[in-house]
């Protein structure tokens, strides 16, 4: 039975980020995590990372950027926070061995991203999560003898004690299906979104919404969870992203007559207004009849030189040549909006702790509402490493303070009855996949880029009905080595969890601001829905809605022109 001062779930950029931070403060860690940690989806994220670290750029700029790309929903007071550690973070990085591309002067370069006053996103070609993932991974060998890491194993349970404190966690050893008890006097959160609700989705198939829905199913705050970013550039079908460094770069959005037509709708940033903005001016062109066939339109970077298009962009040239049969450098991309991003999460405060004693989270997988109603592009990797560093140094002061827990075994055959009730079922039901895609296809006809009333209560009505039909999916493979179908029959269950409270959060919130766009309710109305919506479960089994704050320190909303 494992014991650690801060057990950590998932061992993405916030995980690692968390251990390391947790491990330098003397802190025993444990990392769970059901893939190997480079394979985490956090080697997905492409374009860059924000910081103000140029001497004519300030923080206050960059948290006023965010600020107005939050449509004013994010809490100012966590937005400083990230905004001011943001260019310390960029030099320890590159200190670290993060090799950040050099301008022809040799200082660390940048590129302009959405929603952004200045170019500010500091980047490793398009590979950028891919190489900070790396470096922290071979950060952490130099604490291997404070930091264990269980590499494919799956967290069933989160465990609290009598008073409600979250103590620990029950894991599945994927390789032979035990279960063991890991005893922890804190434990983080750090396993990303619920991308996989959605189909299609950027996220990788691992993004299953696990964290969200252990937190909430142990009464932990979520907070908006209706605010659901979709991405403007992702390959039709299969929604693969195309980065938002090739805008950055220069590329045009072209409708089927080939106008480029954000100069309708953001005349004064264009392509590069914020991911909201864009999304809804590309699908109000496909709406409108102005796309292509395939219910799409066009990104040319062709507009951007061949020479920089390979240097910078080497990973946006490989997709398009073999997944859509495209030579970006040489004719444009056929691209459409797609689910990329959850802004809502487990509610947190500025250390990453929830509402569960004991319980942190950081990264996708929490709110601490720095993006609020829209995300910037690139501050997604600032917001795992800031917080994830906080969370890590809180975490282990925390436990310095703290006995630690024992949980007795009959925690752990209670988890043995109910995967054993998954292997065993009777095999009448729909399978695993099927429950899946309809849930996906599903979130992605109601509850994407334009929302109504109407479409939100079939969205539920659906998500109920599924949540009734996924108990009794088959599952085929009773075997406990590597037993993808039981992961699957619970992954189902986090995700409609997920969704439950994505539609139940749509539904409440009747104004349109940043990503929620209700066509019924076209205008953002401050003086009703300037607050948080945050959801928890109750007794009856249905989210439960209630409201907190919006933290204004400086900047009273005002119109939101691009």
Not at 475 to 493: C, H, P, Y
Not at 501 to 525: L, M
Request: contains cysteine; negative net charge; aromatic residues 6%.
């Amino acid at each position: 039975m494992p014991n650690q001062d801060v057990l950590i779930i998932g061992a993405g950029l916030a995980g690692q980020r968390a251990a390391l931070a947790a491990a330098q403060a003397g802190a025993t860690v444990g990392i769970i995590s059901k893939v190997h940690p480079v394979r985490s989806h956090s080697v997905a994220a492409a374009g860059g990372i924000n910081a103000a670290l140029n001497p004519e750029d300030t923080w206050e700029s960059h948290a006023f950027d965010t600020v107005k790309g939050s449509d004013y929903l994010g809490d100012q007071d966590a937005i400083e926070v990230m905004c001011r550690e943001a260019p310390g973070e960029i030099l320890w990085l590159e200190h670290a061995g993060v090799t950040f591309h050099r301008n022809e002067t040799g200082h660390l370069g940048t590129r302009a991203f959405g929603g952004a006053s200045a170019a500010r996103t500091y980047y490793v070609a398009d590979i950028t999560g891919h190489a900070i993932l790396h470096v922290l991974y071979e950060q952490l060998m130099k604490h291997s003898t404070q930091v264990d890491s269980y590499e494919e194993w799956f967290t069933t349970d989160l465990l609290q004690d009598d008073d409600g404190r979250c103590i620990g966690a029950i894991c599945r050893n994927l390789r032979d299906g035990h279960l063991e008890v890991f005893n922890a006097k804190a434990v983080i959160l750090a396993t990303g979104g619920c991308g996989q609700a959605y189909k299609p989705t950027t996220n990788g198939l691992i993004v299953t919404g696990d964290g969200i829905a252990q937190a909430y199913r142990i009464g932990a705050k979520l907070m908006d969870m209706e605010m659901v970013q979709y991405h403007p550039t992702t390959l039709a079908g299969n929604g693969l992203l195309i980065t938002e460094g090739a805008r950055g770069e220069g590329a045009w959005l072209l409708n089927a007559e080939g106008d480029r037509f954000m100069e309708r709708y953001a005349p004064n940033k264009l392509e590069l207004a914020s991911r909201d903005v864009v999304s809804r001016a590309e699908q109000t062109e496909i709406n409108e009849g102005h796309g292509f066939p395939d219910g799409t339109v066009a990104l040319d970077i062709t507009k951007v030189p061949r020479r920089r298009t390979l240097e910078a962009l080497r990973e946006i040239v490989n997709i398009g040549r073999d997944f859509a049969g495209v030579d970006i450098t040489r004719e444009p991309i056929h691209i459409r909006p797609g689910q990329h991003y959850i802004m809502g999460g487990v509610k947190t405060d500025v250390d990453g702790q929830t509402t569960i004693p004991g319980l942190y989270a950081a990264g996708e997988v929490a709110c601490v509402s720095v993006h609020g109603g829209n995300r910037l592009g690139a501050n997604s990797l600032l917001d795992t490493l800031i917080f994830g560093r906080r969370s890590g140094e809180h975490s282990a002061a925390r436990a310095i303070q703290t006995s630690m827990p024992a949980t007795p075994a009959t925690r752990v055959a209670d988890a043995e009855r109910y995967i054993a009730a998954i292997i065993n079922r009777d095999g009448g039901g729909r399978r695993v996949a099927a429950i899946k895609h309809e849930l996906g296809e599903t979130m992605n006809q109601y509850a994407a880029v334009f929302r109504d009333a109407e479409g939100l209560a079939t969205a539920h009505e659906i998500i109920r009905r599924l949540k009734e039909e996924a108990p009794r999916a088959t599952v085929d493979d009773r075997g406990s080595v590597f037993n993808q179908d039981v992961i699957g029959a619970i992954e189902l269950g986090y995700m409609l969890d997920c969704a439950e409270a994505i539609v139940i959060a749509a539904e409440e919130r009747k104004e349109s601001r940043g990503a929620q766009f209700r066509t019924d309710f076209p205008k953002r109305n401050d003086d009703v829905w300037l607050k948080h919506i945050d959801v928890t479960v109750n007794g009856a089994d249905v989210p439960e809605v209630s409201y907190s704050p919006v933290t204004i320190t400086k900047w009273e909303p005002q119109e939101r022109t691009y």
